[in-house]
């Protein structure tokens, strides 16, 4: 079959372009100037006969015709890729970047990573956490894996709070968060025992603001409705904008807070923090690994997905 196909290097320009809708940020990843970006962009639409930009005074955005052929041109280059990898050989081992929420990192992946760690010293793991890893309202389906060059020899995958719906990636479900209310023990017995959610009136409650665009997160007015709770204000209380805050504000005892259930699991069995309601909220919303798809059949990515998914299994999900 003959292919009548415009270059390859004029499409991957299109791409870039197109993704930043800057030949600014598109020269900057393709290592070339400004002007060979427009160069390109120019000679391929000479080639297909129709303008694929607007050309604004401080914007670029993508014409109609440009809109159509960005997925599909996006498809092919990651099956370019996809086949190329395939004829690489890689090794067990090797560096493995893993970027996920910071709550999740420091709370529940780094408490787990003894076993993997012990049983693959051949990997050297690099972990890193961004709130870019949390879906916001207007998630649409972006792992921020994108840009991967499968010639590098670090692999990079993250794990993401969000739909789970994630172009070009291999997705597996790990757990959804059941919310609830937490506090030190000591507040159950203190000058004014938490003894039922009424006892909230006499008690100061913490916010986590961490992600202020976060698709759905669980608030103080929710669960005092679920709780058949008045007479208590649901923004009165001290506000943090860093979740690992709140939690270490309630082993203290300066306040009660809503926390998943998972990431507190191991305050709650060190006897840090206890949960003493059985008053849970549940969101659609889970943790999902995200593999692009070019890199998701090496070895690293393998023993890192086996292992990742055996730990998540363990999880109730009351």
Known sequence: MTYRLPPLNALRTFEAAARHLSFKEASDELSVTPTAVSHQIRGLEDYLGFPLFHRLTRALELTREGRAMLPKVRDGLECFAAAIESTREHQAGGRLLVTSPPAFLTRWLIRHLEKFTASHPEVELHLASSLETIDGRDASGVSGLEGIDVRDDETELSIRFGRGHYDACRVDRLFAPV???????????????????????????????????????????????????????????????????????????????????????????????????????????????????????????????????????KVREE
Not at 211 to 231: I, Y
Request: with cysteine; charged share 20%; glycine share 6%.
């Open 179 to 313: 919310y609830t209310l937490v506090c030190s023990p000591r507040l159950l017995f203190g000058m004014r025992p938490l003894n039922v959610p009424a006892d909230l009136r006499r008690h100061h409650l913490l916010h986590d603001e961490s992600v202020m665009e976060l698709m759905d997160r669980p608030n103080w007015a929710e669960w005092l409705q679920v709780a058949g709770v008045s007479g208590v204000d649901p923004d009165a209380g001290t506000h943090f904008s860093d979740p690992g805050l709140v939690l270490s504000a309630a082993i203290d005892g300066v306040g009660v807070a809503l926390a998943s259930k998972p990431l507190v699991e191991a305050e709650v069995l060190a006897g840090r923090l206890v949960m003493p309601f059985d008053i849970l909220i549940r969101r659609t919303e889970a943790y999902y690994l995200v593999v692009p798809e070019a890199v998701a059949d090496r070895p690293v990515v393998s023993a890192f997905r086996r292992w990742l998914l055996g730990e998540a299994a």
